[in-house]
T-cell receptor
């Protein structure tokens, strides 16, 4: 079945550690996105990519990094510079920027 | 004015009730509109796209009012399973990403 796979489902980070969240899609979508959601809050855009080897910062990119070396994959690294990383992270993809989004099941990141 | 605004609720309604949410958007050039449903700690799922002529899917009806720059979602005969947060999503133009509202929380009570 086609879809978006995020892993892991739960992730724990120690102080000063970088961690990477995986996002893979087999929908052949050009555009991919990373969102952060805090409890009781809406989705905030971290980074997005509309084509391989290109990506743009969203509203809250500081402390995060991404790469888009393959169409299917858009990993997100939460660096030690992100001082408040505890949140629910959602990856999404779409055929084009103006089309509906398909979401992965999310990764809950917590700080030890 | 925020790009996309929603009343956060919660809307607490009895089973069988009809409930409506509105969502206002600031950019008059916005082109595409969607309603998503999100359950607690789950990913958002597309409920319906919103077309200029309005659209209906079973108990759900979505409407677009370009003159007043808002979209609406009407849920008839509410079920307990409709309890969720409903997210309004707007696409402006060009290659800009979709913009999400913060969501409206609905609780349907037995």
């Amino acid at each position: 079945d086609g879809g978006i796979t995020q892993s892991p489902k739960y992730l724990f980070r120690k102080e000063g550690q970088n961690v990477t969240l995986s996002c893979e899609q087999n929908l052949n979508h050009d555009a991919m996105y990373w969102y952060r959601q805090d409890p009781g809050q809406g989705l905030r855009l971290i980074y997005y990519s509309q084509i391989v080897n290109d990506f743009q910062k969203g509203d809250i990119a500081e402390g995060y990094s991404v790469s888009r070396e393959k169409k299917e994959s858009f990993p997100l690294t939460v660096t030690s510079a992100q001082k408040n990383p505890t949140a629910f992270y959602l990856c999404a993809s779409s055929i084009r920027p103006n089309e509906k989004l398909f979401f992965g099941s999310g990764t809950q990141l917590s700080v030890l | 004015r925020k790009e996309v605004e929603q009343d956060p609720g919660p809307f607490n309604v009895p089973e069988g009730a009809t409930v409506a949410f509105n969502c206002t958007y600031s950019n008059s050039a916005s082109q595409s509109f969607f309603w998503y449903r999100q359950d607690c700690r789950k990913e958002p799922k597309l409920l319906m796209s919103v077309y200029s002529s309005g659209n209906e899917d079973g108990r759900f009806t979505a409407q677009l009012n370009r003159a007043s720059q808002y979209i609406s979602l009407l849920i008839r005969d509410s079920k307990l399973s409709d309890s969720a947060t409903y997210l309004c999503v707007v696409y402006k133009s060009g290659n800009t990403p979709l913009v999400f509202g913060k969501g409206t929380r609905l609780s349907v009570i037995a």
